[in-house]
Nanobody
Framework: QVQLVESGGGLVQAGDSLRLSCVASGRPFSSYAMGWFRQAPGKEREFVASISRTGITTASADSVKGRFTISRDNAKNTVYLQMNSLKPEDTAVYYC????????????????????WGQGTQVTVSS
């Protein structure tokens, strides 16, 4: 079992940056691949970015490539999402997720690949 708590969301203007954090507690953090997803009003939850247990491999959605960067600090039990050049269409609730895996390079890109979810943090980008 692992508990996930996101922070760092807020209201920003287009072009600004934000860094989201997700702190995990419970089982060893390095046992999990981690991911970020988002859900805008009236839309389905969508994949944003993911990172393997050791941070060696990452993946990101085409819509955020070149703007968002996922990283992790296993010593701090924390995964980050650095979001630059934010756009109004990035407005959503952002969720952190953890996937239990023994494979060091796996970083799932679908919601079904994750076992635990945080409560979410709101990001609003005004034009």
């Amino acid at each position: 079992q692992v508990q996930l708590v996101e922070s760092g969301g807020g209201l920003v203007q287009a072009g600004d940056s934000l860094r989201l954090s997700c702190v995990a507690s419970g089982r060893p953090f390095s046992s999990y691949a981690m991911g970020w997803f988002r859900q805008a009003p009236g839309k389905e939850r969508e994949f944003v970015a993911s990172i393997s247990r050791t941070g060696i491999t990452t993946a990101s959605a085409d819509s955020v490539k070149g703007r968002f960067t996922i990283s992790r600090d296993n010593a701090k039990n924390t995964v980050y999402l650095q979001m630059n050049s934010l756009k109004p269409e990035d407005t959503a609730v952002y969720y952190c997720a953890a996937a239990s895996t023994v494979v060091t390079w796996v970083r799932p890109t679908t919601a079904s690949g994750y076992d635990y979810w945080g409560q979410g943090t709101q990001v609003t980008v005004s034009s």
